[in-house]
């Protein structure tokens, strides 16, 4: 798209004048260490052009939007059967929140909530060890990347376990309801390693190409799934923000709590925002704002 990259390249400046970058996540020690005053973005055009501005190469933790990565992954492994376990709809709750698990019977609304990504990561381990389905979400995102140059930062990963009593309780819960197959510490230590992935912008814009289904990126998953995917994305991947960010910026999205988000705009391109400090639901503050300018912009909104 003729004066993308101009226009990337102002937006980031205009966001480095922010007056309120928001804060980093501070309930995982190692996130709260970030410098909150940074901001990159990558876009991956349907033409295979791929352009970025801003602190584009500078690897991010990706936290949650790993689980659209397991999300794809176990639906390769199990199909359908997942949603015996997690339903498909928005929570309207905070990403960590137990609140509906209880009313509903230890069935979390969806895989994008903590309760739904750790049984989703449970489906996934099958009963295996906890390394096969790490490389198997490994082999996902590095193969839809074209990029073997991604891993998991593993004093992130430790710093989540130890500071996890909210999702320890989660796993706990779900036991109780018998929506839990392996014990919940292996649960725990698997999905604090996948959330400890790290990417660059350029990286996480080009895993995404799967799901905007571009011409010519690597076909890791059918059509049919990535739109699923991508309708979760829009109704659930920003939690309990997920409405108004439909209503800004129009693109199915998922966040982490690192400062990511995956935004994808169907048959056309893949993008990643990145800027640690976080609103109050726990996605990127200055992030939600470039998302929003650059769907604007491009006139990319699915609606
Ligand atoms: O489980 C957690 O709390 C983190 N590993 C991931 C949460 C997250 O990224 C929420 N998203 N904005």
Redesign the pocket.
């Known amino acids: 798209m003729q004066g993308l990259a101009e226009e990337l390249r102002r937006l980031v400046a205009e966001a480095r004048t922010a007056q309120d970058w928001g804060a980093p ?1 501070d ?2 020690p190692e996130l709260a260490k970030v410098d909150p005053e940074q901001v990159g973005v990558a876009v991956c055009l349907a033409d295979g052009q791929e352009i970025g501005a801003g602190d584009a190469d500078v690897p991010f933790s ?6 659209v990565f397991s999300l794809a992954a176990v639906l390769g492994r199990l199909g359908d059967d997942l949603w015996r376990r997690v339903g498909r709809e928005p929570s309207g709750t905070a ?2 929140s137990i609140f509906l698990l209880e009313q509903e019977q230890g069935r979390p609304r969806n895989p994008f909530i ?1 309760a739904g ?2 049984v989703t990561t449970d489906a996934l381990l099958g009963g295996r060890e906890p390394r096969q389905a790490l490389s198997e979400i490994m082999y996902l995102v590095r193969a839809a990347a074209e990029d073997d140059d991604i891993h998991i930062d593993k004093a992130v990963a430790e710093s ?1 376990k130890a500071t ?1 009593s ?2 320890t309780s989660l796993l706990y819960y779900l036991k109780s309801h018998d929506n839990l197959r392996c014990p919940p510490e292996m649960v725990l230590g698997t ?2 390693h996948q ?2 992935i790290e990417m660059t912008c350029h990286q996480l814009a080009r895993s995404g190409r799967m799901l905007a289904m571009i011409p010519g990126a690597p076909a890791m998953i059918s059509s049919h799934r990535a739109r699923r995917i991508n309708a979760l994305m829009m109704t659930c991947g ?2 309990d923000g997920s409405g108004n960010f439909a209503f800004r910026v129009g693109l199915p999205g998922k ?4 400062g990511g988000i995956l935004l994808v705009a169907p048959g056309r391109a893949s993008i990643a925002v990145w800027s640690p400090g ?1 609103d109050g ?4 503050k200055v992030g939600t704002w470039l998302a929003e300018r650059i769907a604007d912009y491009t006139g990319w909104s699915v609606f």
Do not use: M, P, T
Request: hydrophobic letters at 35%; proline letters at 0%.
């Open positions: 996540a309930y995982i990706i936290q949650s939007i790993s689980k990403f960590d903590n990504a750790l989540e996890a909210r999702n999905y604090a959330c400890a920003q939690y966040s982490g709590v690192g976080l639901y726990g996605n990127s």
